[in-house]
């Protein structure tokens, strides 16, 4: 058996899931790429309670069709976990002067937004737990793309 064929058995594809609607992660769904594509209303997906994870569950999340109007894909932490995501947001695209939804400056937040008519294709976020906090990087192309808050979007 060849190199490449060795290589094919060892590695894994990756598990990708593409949302249309609301839904609850949990920790089985640790380690799978989420896509966000548009549908008639907002919805919202919710974290796994903190407490039910391992140390080093993650979550991968895109945006494969930018949110619009009333559309809008928000991340929530679960009920009864608070305000335990922490983060920073980084822009390819940023000209307004610094501004709090782009980190959570050291105080957890409960929730974070792709943002309606902001997000993009390809923006994304990726997020981990050290079974403590999620710890969130938000990558974006449109200033506040992507944001970190307390509230719906």
Known sequence: MGQENINKLFTPALVVEDLTAAKTLDKFDSGKYFTFSTSSAAYAVTLPAVS??????????YCKDA???VVAYTITGAVGD???IHGTQYTSNSSSAYNTSRNTSGTGVSNIGFS???????????????????YATALCDADLGIIFNNSGM
């Open 116 to 134: 309606t008519d902001a997000a993009t294709i390809g923006d994304n976020l990726y997020i981990w737990s050290d079974g403590t906090y999620w």
């Open 67 to 69: 949110p619009i109007g």
């Open 82 to 84: 608070g305000r335990i």
């Open 52 to 61: 039910t994870v391992e140390a080093g569950s993650w979550f991968r999340f």
